[in-house]
């Protein structure tokens, strides 16, 4: 990244478990070219603590556009409910504040493109936070497979679960909850980087079980996805299983393994067999949330696009969109093609110690009571 002449001034929306536990303490780490400079809440108790804690005025949903005017924010990292993101997007686009909103972009593929506009008229970037295309295991992963040493890549299998606590936010569906939403996400995105492609046909199966948490969102989710070239990637997420995550690519020579595959802290180890051949790596902690305000502050300040753009989020619930489909109605549903975009490499990796964990204020974690 360039040296940058200053900070660019953020404003983090939404103080709730992943605000607090890891996109706060990110900053400390993000410091060559990012500085916190407001808070925006509804949680008064939040407001105060939090506020004390980081050196930083707090303000009100209710006051959003003046906080961001009234602290000269550039730009705003949104930490909301998914339901919620189009609203502050648009909000903060149109009072000249580049945007930085988490994963899923939205809850429905017309709300992303919403979101895309309102950004593009008012000439400000918009990035999504996957922050895994600036993770070393995953772009390792993407350039062992770009290299053919596990020959042409053919199958991606993933698991990805976790156990979701009754009343968390992630089994509300107004507010854009579900596995598929909430997790899932994580295994769609690593195929299509990994794969370096965008499926052309997506079949999913959901179930509620008998557990009333999963009253207005399934337990779980199965898909498969058919790519170019006759490859098939499949992965199962879920909020009512043990604590899963990994992926396994398989090529035509070998199979590369990686778990834990999409944690945000902790080692992740890498496994690679090529024939009797076996190759382990460790992955050591890092702050990825650092890496990404640190990337996307570079791109405000030097006017570039950024790679994981709106439409990386947009293609993204437009899958989701017809995996839903899929499992409602039970049938296969065809995609249209997409736009070709930009794919993380390595270029991207940056390396930030990992965060220090604080005390959460009024949050817990998704398996954890409040």
Known sequence: MSKPHRKVRYAVVGLGWFAQEAILPAFAHATD?????????????????????????????????????????????????????????????????HVLCEKPMADSSADCQTMIDACKNASVRLMIAYRLHFEASNLNAVETIRSGRLGE?????????????????????????????DIGIYCLNAVRYLFRAEPTE?????????????????????????????RLASFTCGFGEAKVSHYRVVGTK??????????????????????????EKTFEDRDQVAAEILYFSDCVLNSKEPEPSGLEGLIDVRIIEALRTSYQKNTPVHLEPFPSKPRPDTRQEIERPPASKPKLVHAAPPGKSG
């Open 33 to 97: 070219n990012a500085e916190l400079a407001a808070l925006v809440t509804g949680d008064p108790t939040k407001a105060g603590e939090l506020s004390k804690k980081y050196k930083v005025p707090t303000f009100h949903y209710d006051d959003y556009e003046g906080a961001l005017k009234k602290e000269r924010v550039e730009a705003v990292y949104i930490a909301l409910p998914n339901s919620h993101h189009r609203e502050y997007t648009e909000r903060a686009a149109k009072v000249g504040v």
């Open 153 to 181: 890549p053919r199958l991606f299998n993933s698991v990805f679960t976790q156990q979701v606590h009754e009343g968390n936010i992630r089994l509300d569906r107004e507010l854009g909850g579900g596995p598929l939403e």
């Open 202 to 230: 997506v079949f999913a199966s959901a179930v509620h079980g008998h557990d009333p948490r999963f009253r207005e969102v399934p337990e779980t989710v199965s898909a498969v996805l058919r790519f170019p070239d006759e």
């Open 254 to 279: 070998g199979e590369l393994f990686s778990e834990p595959a999409y944690t945000w802290h902790g080692d992740i180890q890498q496994t690679i067999r090529i024939g009797e051949d076996i190759e």
